[in-house]
């Protein structure tokens, strides 16, 4: 029984993705993992629909920085492209621009 239960748990090992803030690593059957280095440059982050989208950030004068869409409330400024998780980490949206 052991030896059965030992097996599915490594045959569903094989199937996952794990994620790592720089790295992601691709487990497939039959294939050594690889890893993929992340597709987005400095100062932009991947957000769920795949697109490579700019860091909140601050401006010295405190005016939005132009093409950003949100006021956070931390005082950075979000560029996010849907309302779903905007600010998130960042206190939330204090207002929409």
Not at 10 to 15: K, S
Not at 26 to 53: D, K, L, M
Not at 65 to 71: D, E, I, L, N, Q
Request: charged share 20%; hydrophobic share 40%; net charge positive.
């Amino acid at each position: 029984m052991r030896a059965c239960l030992k097996r599915i748990a490594m045959a569903a090992a094989g199937v996952l993705i794990l994620a790592q803030p720089a790295l992601v690593m691709t487990a497939v059957p039959g294939i050594a993992a690889a890893a993929v280095a992340p597709t987005c440059a400095a100062g932009y982050y991947e957000n769920s629909r795949g697109r490579c989208v700019r860091r909140p950030t601050r401006t010295p004068d405190d005016r939005p920085p132009a093409g950003a869409s949100a006021r956070c409330r931390d005082g950075t400024y979000s560029f996010s492209q849907s309302r779903r998780g905007t600010c998130s980490g960042h206190g939330g949206v204090a207002a929409w621009l």
